[in-house]
Structure formats: structure tokens, C-alpha cells
């Protein structure tokens, strides 16, 4: 194929990307691709969905959300409107114009990454590569991803990029259960492999998203994802130790922060929890640390970052003991604790790398009868630390049910719990979220952990 044919490919994708005609394959349809694939359709493209899990496509078909970002009324408009396929039939790939991957990236059981994910679906695309088309990988990854484990995969039939397709790398963004911004309200990372992709991939999600913020090359991009979430985890990592060491002073870390965050620069609040949870801020960290063992440098503040959240579930077991053994007759290993909220954030039902399950398996392993209760998770689905949690119910939460316990220990501030309930019925409270103090609600025995 000459070089001419294909820019004449690349410049009819230029035309059908600013002309909205482009059709956007989106591989992987969870917590990212689902709301990003929406957001696209709505801005004037043709998406199709790709997933491995066939409920995906058939929910989307039916226009029922299964991610709290995407309302259904929207998914069913959309599908209504053929704006919107999603299928496990991988061909479909041929008709798309630019293929975006949102699969996971999660850590082996070794907290090394897991590019199993990437790859098989950077062998899926390649069998159905044609001229002019463009790929973007969004899944968060260590800087060099997209050159080094993706573009040879891509480029194993003998297609070239920059000659016959075209590759690039743009992070997603995403805050669940916050409800000021969406896919389309927050500014988007985009990079390319050279010039040319960095300007189409620009070009497309423009169209797509307020504000585009183009970068020099696919490893700044990448870098810059891991950057942020690296912020995350040693601020929390920092205020969590914060809140031991001023615990042990007796000092209220709430009341600290609260004051804190009144000056008006040079200072950002984050708080402390019970531990971090989540798909990205606990596991995309040592996605670098390990990408760094290449280059010889130490991580030693990001790897001591994780130590200190990892400990948290640890602290507030220990604090709990504590308090069992001030306030009740009853020592850990023989108490009833009710746990509020499973889910790792507020006003999500997402259960990945949740302190909460942690917490519920210290506990059990101490011999505490644990039960849970949480609105947005009524049912522990299958987790990959946890396969022995799957089935277990949510409690329904009522005045009899919090007496009955021993403490209530609350690790997820749901707005739908009624805090009231259990301040006026608990014998005893664990709040790591500081949530009562927050509401201005006092209970018999009320320790912030
Ligand atoms: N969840 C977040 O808040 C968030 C935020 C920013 C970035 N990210 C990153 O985005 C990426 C995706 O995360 P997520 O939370 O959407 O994950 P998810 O588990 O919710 O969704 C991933 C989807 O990919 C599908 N999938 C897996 N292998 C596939 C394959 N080979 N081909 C096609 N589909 C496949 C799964 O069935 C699933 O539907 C990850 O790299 C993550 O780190 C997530």
C-alpha cells in the first residue's frame, strides 16, 4: 500500500470525525467505556459496544443502566435512535472508523500489573485491522503501554502505524457517585503515537468532551493518569496517618481538617477512612512502581503510601477491640457488629478492593458475628479477594436490628442510611467517616476511628 492511499485514508477518517459520521467502537462496557460510549453517541457519533460479557450488550439492548453514571431513560434513547449497539461479536469492528479500549486493569496476585486484559484485546483488534482506522487506549497503565505492549501486538500482521492505522492514548477520568461533572464535563487527556494521530484523536474528543488537553506523546498521557491517582493515594496515605498519631493525642483529625481547609491556599483537603478501595487509586500506584524497577529508581513514598492505607483496615479493627473492651461485656471474638456500607465510596454500589470486605473478614477471623447493611449493594456479587463473600444479604436496617449488636461499625457514609436510627439504638458506634459528627448526631458511645 503507498503512503499516498493511505494519508487519503486518514483524511477521509478526518472528515468523518469532524463531520460526526465516524463510527466508534468502544471495547469494554463497565464503569468507563458505558458512560464514555454514551457520552460519544450523544454528541453525534455511531457507537458500537464491544464486550466479552454478553449480559452487557443484552442490558444495553434493553435499555437498563447497570452503571449509576448512565441514566436507562438515556441508554434507551439512544438505542432507540440506533445511536447505540453494543454485541460480543467482535467483527463488528470491521465498520468502526476508531476503536476505543476501556478493559481492566487490575494487579496479579503477585501486585504486579495484569496486562492479560490489554493484550487479548489488542489481538481481538488486530484480526479485524483495517487501513484508517484509529485506536485509543484509555485503561490506566504504566507510562509505555501503548508503544511497548500494544503497538507490537498491533502491529503483528504486518499493518504499520502512522502508515495504516493509527494509535494514541487518552485517560479517563471518572469520579462515581459525583454527581457535578460527567463523561462530557471533564477535560480530557489525549496523545498520539505522531503528530497526525495526536491531531485526529484531539479532533475526535473535542467533539465529545468540553475541553481537550493535547499532550507531547502517549507516555506523558499515561504518566500524567498515574500521576493523579498517585496524588490520591499518598494524601490519603498522609491524612490517614494524620489521624493515628492525632488519635493517639486525642485530638479530633475532623475538627483539624475542618480548619485547616479554611486557608485559602497551599492546602487541599482529603480525609481518612477506613482504608482505600476501588478499581484505580489502590492498584494503578504499584503499576509504576513496577515500571520503575526497570529504571532502577526507588518508590519508596508511593510504596509507603500503600503500606499505610493497607494498614488502615488493621487500625480501625484494633480501635474497635478497644472500644469493645472500654464500652461493652463483650470482647471481639465473641460480639455482634454491624457493618454499614460495603461498597468502597459513598452513593456507589462498586465493591472492588473495598476496606469493607476486609474489615469483614478480620473481624470473622477474630470470631465477631458480622452482618452488613447497605442499600446499594444487597447482594455480595463475586470479588476476586473474596469469592467465599458471594451471596451474602444485606441486613435491613431497623432499630431492633442495630440494638442487637454489640457495635455498629460504619465504613461507607451512604447518604440512604438513617444515621438517626442507628445513633439513637447503637450500645456502641465505630464512625470512620466521621459522618455522625457531620450531621451533628450523638449517640451512647461514639468513637471516630
Ligand atoms: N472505574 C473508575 O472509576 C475508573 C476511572 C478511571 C479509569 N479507570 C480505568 O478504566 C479501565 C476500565 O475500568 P472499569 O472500571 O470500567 O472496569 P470494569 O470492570 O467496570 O469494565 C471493564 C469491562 O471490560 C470487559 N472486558 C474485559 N476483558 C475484555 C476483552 N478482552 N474484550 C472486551 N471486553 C472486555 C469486562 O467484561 C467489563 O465489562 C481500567 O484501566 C481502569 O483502571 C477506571
Known amino acids: 500500500m503507498s503512503t499516498e492511499s493511505d494519508s487519503e485514508a486518514f483524511d477521509r477518517l478526518a472528515e468523518r470525525i469532524a463531520g460526526r459520521q465516524a463510527v466508534v467502537g468502544v471495547i469494554g462496557l463497565g464503569y468507563v467505556g458505558l458512560p464514555l460510549a454514551v457520552a460519544i453517541a450523544r454528541s453525534g457519533y455511531v457507537v458500537v459496544g464491544l464486550d466479552v460479557d454478553p449480559e452487557k450488550p443484552k442490558r444495553i439492548a434493553a ?23 453494543a454485541t460480543t461479536e467482535f467483527a463488528a469492528l470491521q465498520r468502526c472508523d476508531l476503536v476505543i479500549v476501556c478493559v481492566p486493569t487490575p494487579l496479579t496476585r503477585h501486585r504486579t500489573p495484569d496486562m492479560s486484559y ?114 490520591r493515594a499518598v494524601n490519603i496515605a498522609l491524612v490517614n496517618e494524620l489521624k493515628m498519631i492525632f488519635d493517639a493525642m486525642g485530638l479530633d483529625i475532623w475538627q ?16 481518612p477512612g477506613p482504608g482505600l478501595g476501588g478499581h484505580c487509586i489502590p492498584i494503578d500506584p504499584y503499576y509504576l512502581v513496577w515500571k520503575a524497577r526497570e529504571f532502577e529508581v526507588p ?38 457488629i454491624l457493618l454499614i456500607g460495603l461498597a468502597y465510596k459513598k452513593n456507589v454500589a462498586d465493591i472492588r478492593e473495598s476496606p469493607s470486605l476486609k474489615l469483614l473478614e478480620l473481624l470473622e477471623r477474630r470470631g465477631a458475628e458480622v452482618a452488613y ?21 444485606s441486613v435491613p436496617l431497623s432499630a431492633a436490628a442495630v440494638a442487637r449488636h454489640d457495635a455498629v461499625l460504619i465504613a461507607t457514609d451512604h447518604d440512604a442510611v438513617d444515621y438517626e436510627l442507628i445513633a439513637e439504638n447503637a450500645q456502641l458506634i465505630l464512625d470512620t467517616r466521621n459522618v455522625l459528627g457531620r450531621l451533628g448526631l450523638a449517640g451512647k458511645n461514639v468513637v471516630k476511628a
Do not use: W
Not at 447497570?66 to 447505540?84: H, T
Not at 509507603?304 to 472500644?323: C, K
Open 256 to 271: 483539624i481538617i475542618d480548619a485547616a481547609k479554611t486557608k485559602p491556599f497551599g492546602y487541599m483537603p482529603f480525609y
Open 373 to 393: 447493611h447497605d442499600p446499594h449493594v444487597l447482594t455480595v456479587p463475586v470479588t476476586r479477594e473474596h469469592p467465599d463473600l458471594r451471596g451474602r444479604e
Open 118 to 231: 490489554i493484550e487479548a484485546t489488542a489481538r481481538t483488534i488486530v484480526e479485524h485491522l483495517r487501513d484508517g482506522q484509529l485506536i485509543v487506549l484509555e485503561s490506566t497503565t504504566y507510562p509505555g503501554t501503548t508503544r511497548e505492549v500494544v503497538l507490537p501486538i498491533l502491529e503483528s500482521r504486518g499493518l504499520a502505524a502512522g502508515r495504516h492505522f493509527l494509535l494514541g492514548y487518552s485517560p479517563e477520568r471518572e469520579d462515581p457517585g459525583n454527581q457535578s461533572f460527567e463523561t462530557a464535563s471533564i477535560p480530557k487527556v489525549v496523545s498520539g503515537l505522531d503528530a497526525r494521530t495526536s491531531d485526529l484523536v484531539t479532533a475526535f474528543y473535542a467533539a465529545v468532551v468540553r475541553e481537550v488537553v493535547p499532550v507531547p506523546s502517549c507516555e506523558v498521557a499515561e504518566a500524567v493518569k498515574i500521576t493523579e491517582n498517585i496524588f
Open 63 to 85: 435499555g437498563q443502566s447497570y452503571v449509576g453514571a448512565v441514566m436507562s431513560a438515556d441508554l434507551e434513547r439512544l438505542v432507540a435512535e440506533e445511536r447505540l449497539s
Open 299 to 336: 518508590t519508596r513514598f508511593i510504596e509507603l503510601a500503600g503500606e499505610i492505607n493497607t494498614h488502615m483496615p488493621f487500625y480501625v479493627v484494633r480501635r474497635l477491640e478497644e472500644a469493645l473492651d472500654r464500652t461493652a461485656s463483650t470482647a471481639l471474638g465473641s460480639s455482634k
